[in-house]
């Protein structure tokens, strides 16, 4: 699975967009782009993920570069509860194997 | 999404003493994963158990130090055996990779402190 990048914190204020940035510039053509968040000692939790098209859900949007070596995930009005850390991981879809965590980007929302 | 429980939620545990963690899926998965989060550090993966057999462990752990049962498609337990002070983390399962899901999902977890 390709190496991902991330900054180790950032600040957004409350009711603003919070755009978290992650690099995967090694990513192969069958790897996806998946998106969880740890919120105060409780379990992660699935966000989004995906390959090369933009993805939107409930909960935030993806957006992946053409060239796919990069991708932000956008979570579009921030509230206090969405203080946690997030983790960008690249994984292979073929074979059930556990995914590997990184060190994330610490998002603090700010009032 | 799967929805998972453990059991315990937290324990105080004295060294040298044994604790089983026992984690629980509303519906039957073929896959089913713990992992270790050390203070302050991210999720690290202990080991894949496996339905009906071994479980399969990650370099730096295993079978004697924590042993993984996996019964059936909708239970597992990871024991954490002699505890020192170094095992207080929190314990985490995690099921996922099923026909119906591309995706992980995770228990809330289990907090250990071992004295």
């Known amino acids: 699975d390709a190496k991902t990048t991330q900054p180790t914190s950032m600040d957004c204020a409350e009711g603003r967009a919070a755009n978290l940035p992650c690099n995967h510039s090694?990513?192969?053509?069958?790897?996806?782009v998946y998106w969880y968040r740890q919120i105060h000692s409780q379990g992660p939790q699935y966000i989004i993920h995906?390959?090369?098209n933009n993805e939107t859900n409930e909960m935030a949007s993806l957006i992946i570069t053409e060239d796919r070596k990069s991708s932000t995930l956008i979570l579009p009005h921030a509230t206090l509860r969405d203080t946690a850390v997030y983790y960008c991981?690249?994984?292979?879809?073929?074979?059930?194997?556990?995914?590997?965590f990184g060190s994330g980007t610490r998002l603090q929302v700010q009032p | 999404s799967a929805v998972i429980s453990q059991k315990p939620s937290r324990d105080i545990c004295q060294r040298g003493t044994s604790l089983t963690i026992q984690c629980q899926v509303d519906s039957q998965v073929t896959m089913m994963f713990w992992y270790r989060q050390q203070p302050g550090q991210s999720l690290t993966l202990i080991a894949t158990?496996?339905?009906?057999?071994?479980?399969?462990?990650e370099s730096g752990f295993v079978i004697d130090k924590f042993p993984i049962s996996r019964p059936n498609l909708t239970f597992s337990t990871l024991t954490v055996s002699n505890m020192s002070p170094e095992d207080s983390s929190i314990y985490l399962c995690?099921?996922?990779?099923?026909?119906?899901?591309?995706?992980?999902?995770f228990g809330p977890g289990t907090r250990l402190t071992v004295l």
């Open positions: 090694t990513i192969s053509g069958n790897e996806y």
């Open positions: 995906g390959l090369k």
């Open positions: 158990a496996n339905q009906g057999s071994e479980a399969t462990y």
């Open positions: 995690s099921v996922g990779w099923t026909a119906s899901t591309d995706t992980q999902y």
């Open positions: 991981i690249v994984r292979g879809y073929t074979g059930r194997r556990a995914l590997t």
